[in-house]
Protein backbone atom coordinates (compact mmCIF):
# COMPACT_ATOMS: atom_id res chain seq x y z
CA UNK A 1 0.00 0.00 0.00
CA UNK A 2 1.65 3.38 -1.20
CA UNK A 3 1.75 6.62 1.03
CA UNK A 4 -1.37 7.67 -0.85
CA UNK A 5 -3.53 5.12 0.01
CA UNK A 6 -2.55 4.98 3.67
CA UNK A 7 -3.18 8.86 4.27
CA UNK A 8 -6.64 8.07 2.40
CA UNK A 9 -7.50 5.65 5.32
CA UNK A 10 -6.39 7.68 7.90
CA UNK A 11 -8.75 10.51 6.79
CA UNK A 12 -11.60 7.94 6.35
CA UNK A 13 -11.10 6.68 10.12
CA UNK A 14 -10.37 10.10 11.32
CA UNK A 15 -13.87 10.80 9.78
CA UNK A 16 -15.91 8.19 11.33
CA UNK A 17 -13.84 9.11 14.93
CA UNK A 18 -15.70 12.33 14.28
CA UNK A 19 -18.87 11.82 13.31
CA UNK A 20 -19.25 9.18 16.43
CA UNK A 21 -18.28 11.47 18.82
CA UNK A 22 -20.58 14.15 17.52
CA UNK A 23 -23.42 11.84 17.44
CA UNK A 24 -22.95 10.55 21.04
CA UNK A 25 -22.67 13.92 21.94
CA UNK A 26 -25.97 14.60 20.66
CA UNK A 27 -27.32 11.40 22.22
CA UNK A 28 -25.92 12.21 25.25
CA UNK A 29 -27.45 16.05 25.50
CA UNK A 30 -30.75 15.28 24.42
CA UNK A 31 -31.27 12.50 26.93
CA UNK A 32 -29.81 14.10 30.19
CA UNK A 33 -32.37 17.21 30.87
CA UNK A 34 -31.02 19.47 33.69
CA UNK A 35 -34.72 19.62 34.81
CA UNK A 36 -34.68 19.25 38.55
CA UNK A 37 -37.52 19.11 41.23
CA UNK A 38 -36.55 20.91 44.82
CA UNK A 39 -39.72 19.99 46.24
CA UNK A 40 -43.04 17.80 45.47
CA UNK A 41 -45.80 16.64 48.05
CA UNK A 42 -49.13 15.52 48.03
CA UNK A 43 -51.07 16.75 51.04
CA UNK A 44 -54.84 15.39 52.26
CA UNK A 45 -57.20 18.46 53.18
CA UNK A 46 -60.38 15.74 54.18
CA UNK A 47 -63.05 16.72 53.24
CA UNK A 48 -62.07 19.24 50.93
CA UNK A 49 -59.69 17.54 48.54
CA UNK A 50 -55.98 17.36 47.42
CA UNK A 51 -53.24 19.75 47.25
CA UNK A 52 -50.43 18.89 44.93
CA UNK A 53 -47.29 21.03 44.96
CA UNK A 54 -44.19 21.20 42.98
CA UNK A 55 -40.98 23.74 43.06
CA UNK A 56 -39.13 22.78 40.14
CA UNK A 57 -36.01 24.71 38.44
CA UNK A 58 -34.01 24.35 34.98
CA UNK A 59 -31.57 26.27 33.12
CA UNK A 60 -34.81 26.54 30.22
CA UNK A 61 -37.98 28.09 31.20
CA UNK A 62 -40.32 25.53 32.68
CA UNK A 63 -43.26 25.61 30.14
CA UNK A 64 -45.18 22.68 31.70
CA UNK A 65 -46.43 20.48 34.81
CA UNK A 66 -48.57 17.92 34.75
CA UNK A 67 -49.75 15.20 37.88
CA UNK A 68 -50.53 11.70 37.20
CA UNK A 69 -52.40 10.09 39.80
CA UNK A 70 -54.68 6.55 40.49
CA UNK A 71 -57.33 6.94 43.61
CA UNK A 72 -56.95 3.57 45.21
CA UNK A 73 -56.85 0.35 43.17
CA UNK A 74 -58.53 2.17 40.18
CA UNK A 75 -57.82 0.78 36.84
CA UNK A 76 -57.79 4.73 35.43
CA UNK A 77 -55.99 7.58 36.40
CA UNK A 78 -56.56 11.41 35.94
CA UNK A 79 -53.86 13.44 34.48
CA UNK A 80 -54.54 17.30 35.70
CA UNK A 81 -51.74 20.32 34.89
CA UNK A 82 -50.69 22.15 37.49
CA UNK A 83 -50.81 26.23 37.57
CA UNK A 84 -47.77 28.17 38.12
CA UNK A 85 -46.12 31.17 36.14
CA UNK A 86 -43.21 30.44 33.69
CA UNK A 87 -39.39 30.99 34.69
CA UNK A 88 -36.38 29.21 35.01
CA UNK A 89 -38.09 28.49 39.03
CA UNK A 90 -41.14 27.87 39.13
CA UNK A 91 -43.82 26.61 41.67
CA UNK A 92 -46.57 24.60 40.58
CA UNK A 93 -49.94 23.93 41.94
CA UNK A 94 -53.13 21.99 41.91
CA UNK A 95 -56.18 21.88 44.54
CA UNK A 96 -58.16 18.35 43.36
CA UNK A 97 -61.81 18.84 44.97
CA UNK A 98 -63.11 15.87 46.55
CA UNK A 99 -66.10 17.26 47.98
CA UNK A 100 -68.56 16.26 45.29
CA UNK A 101 -70.55 13.00 45.16
CA UNK A 102 -69.09 12.48 41.83
CA UNK A 103 -65.38 13.15 42.83
CA UNK A 104 -65.67 11.90 46.02
CA UNK A 105 -62.47 9.52 47.67
CA UNK A 106 -63.78 7.88 51.27
CA UNK A 107 -60.57 8.20 53.94
CA UNK A 108 -57.82 5.95 53.98
CA UNK A 109 -57.97 5.43 50.34
CA UNK A 110 -54.24 5.20 49.40
CA UNK A 111 -53.22 8.03 46.36
CA UNK A 112 -50.23 6.98 43.78
CA UNK A 113 -48.94 10.11 42.34
CA UNK A 114 -46.20 11.61 40.11
CA UNK A 115 -44.82 14.69 38.59
CA UNK A 116 -43.77 15.57 35.06
CA UNK A 117 -42.35 18.87 33.94
CA UNK A 118 -41.14 19.76 30.54
CA UNK A 119 -39.05 22.80 29.29
CA UNK A 120 -38.71 24.98 26.25
CA UNK A 121 -36.10 23.12 25.11
CA UNK A 122 -37.64 19.73 24.73
CA UNK A 123 -36.92 18.59 27.63
CA UNK A 124 -38.90 16.26 30.02
CA UNK A 125 -38.44 14.90 33.63
CA UNK A 126 -40.60 11.99 35.37
CA UNK A 127 -40.63 11.96 38.87
CA UNK A 128 -40.68 7.91 40.83
CA UNK A 129 -44.16 7.59 41.94
CA UNK A 130 -44.90 8.51 45.25
CA UNK A 131 -48.06 7.75 47.61
CA UNK A 132 -50.29 9.19 49.94
CA UNK A 133 -52.75 8.26 52.36
CA UNK A 134 -55.96 10.54 52.00
CA UNK A 135 -56.65 10.36 55.32
CA UNK A 136 -59.51 12.35 57.55
CA UNK A 137 -57.40 15.39 59.19
CA UNK A 138 -60.07 15.91 61.98
CA UNK A 139 -58.14 13.24 64.26
CA UNK A 140 -54.40 11.35 64.81
CA UNK A 141 -54.21 8.38 63.21
CA UNK A 142 -52.57 5.12 64.20
CA UNK A 143 -52.72 1.40 62.53
CA UNK A 144 -52.83 -2.16 63.32
CA UNK A 145 -52.50 -4.36 59.96
CA UNK A 146 -52.61 -8.01 59.52
CA UNK A 147 -51.83 -9.72 56.27
CA UNK A 148 -53.27 -7.33 53.43
CA UNK A 149 -55.53 -5.47 55.65
CA UNK A 150 -54.87 -2.83 57.84
CA UNK A 151 -57.25 -0.71 60.01
CA UNK A 152 -56.76 2.84 60.76
CA UNK A 153 -58.14 4.18 64.44
CA UNK A 154 -57.66 6.86 66.62
CA UNK A 155 -58.30 7.58 70.27
CA UNK A 156 -57.58 4.53 72.98
CA UNK A 157 -59.40 2.02 70.85
CA UNK A 158 -56.58 -0.46 69.87
CA UNK A 159 -58.27 -3.49 70.70
CA UNK A 160 -61.53 -3.02 68.88
CA UNK A 161 -59.56 -2.01 65.89
CA UNK A 162 -57.92 -5.63 66.18
CA UNK A 163 -61.08 -7.22 67.14
CA UNK A 164 -62.25 -6.18 63.91
CA UNK A 165 -59.23 -6.82 62.06
CA UNK A 166 -59.11 -10.09 63.18
CA UNK A 167 -62.70 -10.85 62.36
CA UNK A 168 -62.48 -9.48 58.70
CA UNK A 169 -59.08 -11.96 58.17
CA UNK A 170 -61.26 -14.63 59.13
CA UNK A 171 -63.88 -13.84 56.52
CA UNK A 172 -60.84 -13.59 54.06
CA UNK A 173 -59.78 -17.55 54.74
CA UNK A 174 -63.08 -18.77 55.55
CA UNK A 175 -64.61 -17.10 51.55
CA UNK A 176 -61.58 -18.55 49.99
CA UNK A 177 -63.19 -21.64 48.71
CA UNK A 178 -65.65 -19.42 46.95
CA UNK A 179 -63.80 -16.34 45.84
CA UNK A 180 -60.22 -18.11 45.59
CA UNK A 181 -57.11 -16.33 45.99
CA UNK A 182 -58.08 -12.17 45.55
CA UNK A 183 -56.13 -10.97 48.72
CA UNK A 184 -53.41 -9.83 46.65
CA UNK A 185 -53.94 -5.89 46.82
CA UNK A 186 -54.25 -4.20 50.28
CA UNK A 187 -58.04 -3.81 51.73
CA UNK A 188 -57.23 -0.30 54.16
CA UNK A 189 -60.32 0.37 56.90
CA UNK A 190 -60.87 3.35 58.65
CA UNK A 191 -62.86 3.01 61.86
CA UNK A 192 -64.86 5.85 63.57
CA UNK A 193 -65.82 5.20 67.10
CA UNK A 194 -69.54 7.30 66.72
CA UNK A 195 -72.20 7.95 64.37
CA UNK A 196 -71.42 11.76 64.36
CA UNK A 197 -67.90 10.97 63.25
CA UNK A 198 -68.93 8.31 60.74
CA UNK A 199 -71.51 11.03 59.19
CA UNK A 200 -68.24 13.73 58.33
CA UNK A 201 -66.90 11.12 56.28
CA UNK A 202 -69.10 9.66 53.95
CA UNK A 203 -69.87 11.52 50.78
CA UNK A 204 -72.52 14.63 50.26
CA UNK A 205 -75.34 13.42 49.03
CA UNK A 206 -75.57 10.16 52.00
CA UNK A 207 -75.80 12.36 54.66
CA UNK A 208 -79.88 12.51 54.78
CA UNK A 209 -80.70 8.70 53.36
CA UNK A 210 -79.42 5.98 54.29
CA UNK A 211 -79.57 2.42 55.70
CA UNK A 212 -78.42 0.48 58.76
CA UNK A 213 -76.27 -0.94 56.90
CA UNK A 214 -74.48 1.57 55.17
CA UNK A 215 -74.64 4.09 58.57
CA UNK A 216 -72.95 1.00 59.73
CA UNK A 217 -70.29 0.49 57.12
CA UNK A 218 -69.76 1.18 53.38
CA UNK A 219 -67.21 -0.91 50.77
CA UNK A 220 -65.81 1.35 48.06
CA UNK A 221 -64.49 -1.92 46.25
CA UNK A 222 -62.85 -0.82 43.39
CA UNK A 223 -60.59 1.74 45.70
CA UNK A 224 -59.96 -1.25 48.50
CA UNK A 225 -61.27 1.51 51.09
CA UNK A 226 -63.98 0.31 54.05
CA UNK A 227 -65.38 2.60 56.44
CA UNK A 228 -67.11 1.10 59.40
CA UNK A 229 -68.64 2.14 62.52
CA UNK A 230 -66.42 1.12 65.12
CA UNK A 231 -68.63 1.47 68.01
CA UNK A 232 -71.70 -0.09 66.63
CA UNK A 233 -73.72 -2.64 68.73
CA UNK A 234 -72.70 -4.94 65.38
CA UNK A 235 -69.28 -3.52 64.26
CA UNK A 236 -67.92 -6.88 63.78
CA UNK A 237 -70.35 -8.39 61.56
CA UNK A 238 -70.43 -5.22 59.75
CA UNK A 239 -66.40 -5.07 59.17
CA UNK A 240 -66.85 -8.84 57.96
CA UNK A 241 -70.21 -7.55 55.60
CA UNK A 242 -68.10 -5.02 54.15
CA UNK A 243 -64.92 -6.78 53.24
CA UNK A 244 -66.57 -9.25 51.87
CA UNK A 245 -68.36 -6.92 49.13
CA UNK A 246 -64.48 -6.35 47.54
CA UNK A 247 -63.85 -9.99 47.44
CA UNK A 248 -67.31 -10.08 45.92
CA UNK A 249 -65.85 -7.20 43.36
CA UNK A 250 -62.23 -8.56 42.68
CA UNK A 251 -64.12 -12.55 42.09
CA UNK A 252 -66.67 -11.58 39.96
CA UNK A 253 -67.19 -8.11 38.39
CA UNK A 254 -66.63 -7.95 34.56
CA UNK A 255 -65.48 -4.71 32.35
CA UNK A 256 -69.09 -5.00 31.57
CA UNK A 257 -71.13 -5.42 34.54
CA UNK A 258 -71.24 -6.24 38.02
CA UNK A 259 -72.51 -8.60 40.14
CA UNK A 260 -76.22 -7.85 40.92
CA UNK A 261 -77.10 -6.56 44.40
CA UNK A 262 -79.13 -10.23 45.15
CA UNK A 263 -76.10 -12.08 45.03
CA UNK A 264 -73.43 -9.39 45.70
CA UNK A 265 -75.68 -8.88 49.35
CA UNK A 266 -75.93 -12.84 49.58
CA UNK A 267 -72.60 -13.37 49.89
CA UNK A 268 -71.75 -10.73 52.02
CA UNK A 269 -74.09 -11.52 54.27
CA UNK A 270 -73.12 -15.47 53.54
CA UNK A 271 -69.26 -14.31 54.29
CA UNK A 272 -70.31 -12.39 58.00
CA UNK A 273 -68.83 -14.09 61.05
CA UNK A 274 -71.40 -12.10 63.03
CA UNK A 275 -74.36 -12.46 61.32
CA UNK A 276 -77.66 -10.81 62.66
CA UNK A 277 -81.03 -12.56 63.13
CA UNK A 278 -82.83 -9.67 62.02
CA UNK A 279 -82.68 -10.85 58.83
CA UNK A 280 -84.61 -14.32 59.20
CA UNK A 281 -86.82 -13.06 60.79
CA UNK A 282 -88.08 -10.84 58.42
CA UNK A 283 -87.77 -13.39 56.06
CA UNK A 284 -90.37 -15.83 57.73
CA UNK A 285 -92.48 -12.56 57.97
CA UNK A 286 -92.21 -12.43 54.63
CA UNK A 287 -93.06 -15.98 53.84
CA UNK A 288 -96.05 -15.98 56.26
CA UNK A 289 -97.20 -12.68 55.15
CA UNK A 290 -97.47 -13.27 51.29
CA UNK A 291 -94.40 -10.89 51.08
CA UNK A 292 -92.06 -12.16 49.67
CA UNK A 293 -90.38 -10.60 46.43
CA UNK A 294 -89.18 -12.48 43.52
CA UNK A 295 -85.23 -12.31 44.25
CA UNK A 296 -83.59 -13.21 41.44
CA UNK A 297 -85.12 -10.66 39.25
CA UNK A 298 -84.70 -7.76 41.15
CA UNK A 299 -81.23 -6.13 40.05
CA UNK A 300 -80.85 -2.97 42.79
CA UNK A 301 -82.41 -3.15 46.42
CA UNK A 302 -85.82 -1.61 46.61
CA UNK A 303 -86.68 1.43 48.05
CA UNK A 304 -89.21 0.79 50.83
CA UNK A 305 -87.48 0.25 54.59
CA UNK A 306 -89.25 -2.69 55.16
CA UNK A 307 -89.11 -4.46 52.06
CA UNK A 308 -85.34 -3.81 51.98
CA UNK A 309 -84.52 -5.48 55.12
CA UNK A 310 -86.85 -8.79 53.39
CA UNK A 311 -84.51 -8.34 50.81
CA UNK A 312 -81.26 -8.60 52.74
CA UNK A 313 -83.32 -12.07 54.21
CA UNK A 314 -84.09 -13.43 50.80
CA UNK A 315 -80.32 -12.75 49.17
CA UNK A 316 -78.97 -13.95 52.79
CA UNK A 317 -81.15 -17.01 52.40
CA UNK A 318 -80.81 -18.18 48.39
CA UNK A 319 -76.71 -17.74 48.67
CA UNK A 320 -76.85 -20.08 51.65
CA UNK A 321 -79.46 -22.19 49.27
CA UNK A 322 -77.11 -22.49 46.47
CA UNK A 323 -73.63 -23.07 48.54
CA UNK A 324 -74.98 -25.80 50.49
CA UNK A 325 -77.20 -27.62 47.63
CA UNK A 326 -74.40 -27.51 44.96
CA UNK A 327 -71.67 -26.77 46.65
CA UNK A 328 -68.71 -23.64 46.84
CA UNK A 329 -67.16 -24.79 43.91
CA UNK A 330 -69.92 -24.17 41.97
CA UNK A 331 -70.48 -20.61 43.44
CA UNK A 332 -66.40 -20.02 42.59
CA UNK A 333 -67.65 -21.05 38.72
CA UNK A 334 -70.67 -18.70 38.69
CA UNK A 335 -68.70 -15.73 39.95
CA UNK A 336 -65.35 -17.07 37.03
CA UNK A 337 -68.15 -16.86 34.56
CA UNK A 338 -69.73 -13.91 34.99
CA UNK A 339 -65.98 -12.39 35.48
CA UNK A 340 -65.33 -13.33 31.86
CA UNK A 341 -67.61 -11.57 30.28
CA UNK A 342 -70.98 -13.73 30.04
CA UNK A 343 -74.40 -12.43 31.58
CA UNK A 344 -75.72 -13.98 35.20
CA UNK A 345 -78.78 -15.46 33.50
CA UNK A 346 -76.59 -17.65 31.06
CA UNK A 347 -73.71 -17.94 33.57
CA UNK A 348 -76.09 -19.80 36.02
CA UNK A 349 -77.85 -21.86 33.01
CA UNK A 350 -74.17 -22.72 32.04
CA UNK A 351 -72.39 -23.28 35.86
CA UNK A 352 -75.77 -25.51 37.33
CA UNK A 353 -77.56 -26.50 34.28
CA UNK A 354 -81.09 -24.50 35.18
CA UNK A 355 -82.32 -21.14 34.34
CA UNK A 356 -82.70 -18.56 36.71
CA UNK A 357 -86.61 -19.10 37.44
CA UNK A 358 -85.91 -23.14 38.36
CA UNK A 359 -83.37 -21.35 40.60
CA UNK A 360 -85.87 -19.25 42.49
CA UNK A 361 -88.08 -21.62 42.78
CA UNK A 362 -85.73 -24.47 43.94
CA UNK A 363 -85.18 -21.95 46.81
CA UNK A 364 -88.51 -21.27 47.74
CA UNK A 365 -89.27 -24.51 47.96
CA UNK A 366 -86.63 -24.78 50.13
CA UNK A 367 -87.56 -22.20 52.49
CA UNK A 368 -91.33 -23.68 52.49
CA UNK A 369 -92.86 -20.41 50.40
CA UNK A 370 -94.90 -20.87 47.10
CA UNK A 371 -93.21 -20.90 43.75
CA UNK A 372 -92.93 -17.59 41.88
CA UNK A 373 -94.90 -17.59 38.33
CA UNK A 374 -93.74 -14.43 36.75
CA UNK A 375 -96.80 -12.68 34.58
CA UNK A 376 -96.17 -13.36 31.11
CA UNK A 377 -98.90 -10.96 29.82
CA UNK A 378 -96.69 -8.29 30.41
CA UNK A 379 -94.31 -9.95 28.07
CA UNK A 380 -96.97 -9.75 24.96
CA UNK A 381 -97.00 -7.53 22.50
CA UNK A 382 -100.18 -5.42 21.15
CA UNK A 383 -102.13 -6.84 18.81
CA UNK A 384 -101.08 -5.15 15.55
CA UNK A 385 -103.92 -3.06 13.80
CA UNK A 386 -104.45 -3.63 10.05
CA UNK A 387 -104.07 -0.40 7.91
CA UNK A 388 -106.53 0.45 5.66
CA UNK A 389 -105.60 -0.04 1.82
CA UNK A 390 -104.83 3.60 0.43
CA UNK A 391 -107.02 4.23 -3.11
CA UNK A 392 -106.76 6.69 -5.62
CA UNK A 393 -108.55 10.07 -4.74
CA UNK A 394 -110.83 11.77 -7.61
CA UNK A 395 -113.62 14.49 -7.49
CA UNK A 396 -115.86 12.60 -9.66
CA UNK A 397 -116.57 8.97 -8.72
CA UNK A 398 -114.22 6.11 -10.82
CA UNK A 399 -112.90 2.59 -10.52
CA UNK A 400 -110.56 1.78 -7.93
CA UNK A 401 -110.29 5.58 -6.53
CA UNK A 402 -112.13 7.31 -3.04
CA UNK A 403 -114.46 10.05 -4.16
CA UNK A 404 -112.99 13.46 -2.10
CA UNK A 405 -116.37 14.38 0.38
CA UNK A 406 -117.09 17.76 1.51
CA UNK A 407 -114.92 19.03 4.32
CA UNK A 408 -118.17 20.75 6.66
CA UNK A 409 -117.91 19.24 9.95
CA UNK A 410 -120.80 19.17 12.66
CA UNK A 411 -119.11 21.36 15.09
CA UNK A 412 -122.52 20.99 17.23
CA UNK A 413 -121.01 17.22 18.25
CA UNK A 414 -117.61 16.64 20.05
CA UNK A 415 -114.62 16.60 18.40
CA UNK A 416 -111.75 14.02 18.96
CA UNK A 417 -108.96 14.63 21.37
CA UNK A 418 -105.82 13.68 21.66
CA UNK A 419 -104.09 12.90 24.73
CA UNK A 420 -100.46 13.35 23.88
CA UNK A 421 -98.78 12.25 27.10
CA UNK A 422 -100.21 8.91 26.73
CA UNK A 423 -100.68 8.44 23.49
CA UNK A 424 -104.39 7.49 23.85
CA UNK A 425 -107.35 9.01 21.50
CA UNK A 426 -110.92 9.76 23.05
CA UNK A 427 -113.30 10.64 20.55
CA UNK A 428 -117.52 10.65 21.01
CA UNK A 429 -117.94 11.55 17.63
CA UNK A 430 -117.98 8.48 15.47
CA UNK A 431 -119.14 10.44 12.13
CA UNK A 432 -115.54 12.22 11.59
CA UNK A 433 -113.37 10.42 9.11
CA UNK A 434 -109.59 10.76 10.10
CA UNK A 435 -107.77 12.42 7.23
CA UNK A 436 -106.12 9.82 4.83
CA UNK A 437 -102.26 9.48 4.09
CA UNK A 438 -101.86 12.34 1.12
CA UNK A 439 -104.99 13.61 1.46
CA UNK A 440 -106.05 17.04 1.69
CA UNK A 441 -108.57 17.81 3.94
CA UNK A 442 -109.81 21.64 4.15
CA UNK A 443 -112.07 22.59 7.12
CA UNK A 444 -114.91 25.32 6.29
CA UNK A 445 -117.77 27.22 8.26
CA UNK A 446 -120.78 24.89 8.30
CA UNK A 447 -123.22 28.17 8.09
CA UNK A 448 -121.95 29.44 4.89
CA UNK A 449 -123.20 26.12 2.92
CA UNK A 450 -120.67 26.37 -0.08
CA UNK A 451 -118.30 24.50 -1.13
CA UNK A 452 -115.55 26.46 -2.95
CA UNK A 453 -113.59 23.49 -4.16
CA UNK A 454 -115.02 23.18 -7.31
CA UNK A 455 -113.67 27.12 -8.14
CA UNK A 456 -110.09 25.54 -7.72
CA UNK A 457 -110.84 23.20 -11.24
CA UNK A 458 -111.53 26.44 -12.95
CA UNK A 459 -109.19 29.34 -12.15
CA UNK A 460 -105.94 27.76 -13.89
CA UNK A 461 -108.08 27.80 -17.43
CA UNK A 462 -109.10 31.37 -16.34
CA UNK A 463 -105.70 32.68 -15.58
CA UNK A 464 -104.40 31.25 -19.03
CA UNK A 465 -107.07 31.98 -21.14
CA UNK A 466 -106.30 36.35 -19.60
CA UNK A 467 -102.79 35.60 -20.22
CA UNK A 468 -103.26 34.59 -24.32
CA UNK A 469 -105.47 37.34 -24.76
Known amino acids: MNFRSRLYLHLV ?3 LAIFCLNFS ?3 TLASDSDIKIKSASAESEFPEGIRFSVQAISSSRISEIAVNFRIGQQ ?3 VYEYLD ?5 EVNGSLFWKTNTSPKYVPPGT ?5 FSISDESGNTFNSENNYLVYSDTRFEWQEVEFGTISVAYHGPVKSRAEDLLNAMNQTLYAMEPIFG ?3 GDPIRVTMYNNVAEMMGALPPSSSTIRSELITEGQAYPDIGTVLVLGGGRLSRGTASHEVTHILVHRAGDSVFSSIPSWLNEGLAEFGNVSPSFSYDVALDFAVHADRLMPITSMRNRPGNPEDVIIFYGSASSIVEFMIYKFGPDKMFNLLTEHKSGRNLDDSIQFVYGISKLELENGWRNYIGAPIYEPDLSEN ?4 PIPRP ?4 FSLTPQSGSTSVKSTGIDTSKNITLYDQGNETVNSESQNVEAPRSGGCTRLNNKNSGTDYSMFLLIIPPLFIWSRRR
Not at 84 to 88: A, W
Not at 110 to 114: F, G, L
Not at 389 to 392: E, S, Y
Request: zero cysteines; hydrophobic letters at 45%; a negative charge.
Open 389 to 392: AVGL
Open 25 to 27: STV
Open 75 to 77: VSG
Open 380 to 383: KLPT
Open 110 to 114: IIEYS
Open 181 to 183: DVQ
Open 84 to 88: FEDGL
Open 13 to 15: FLG
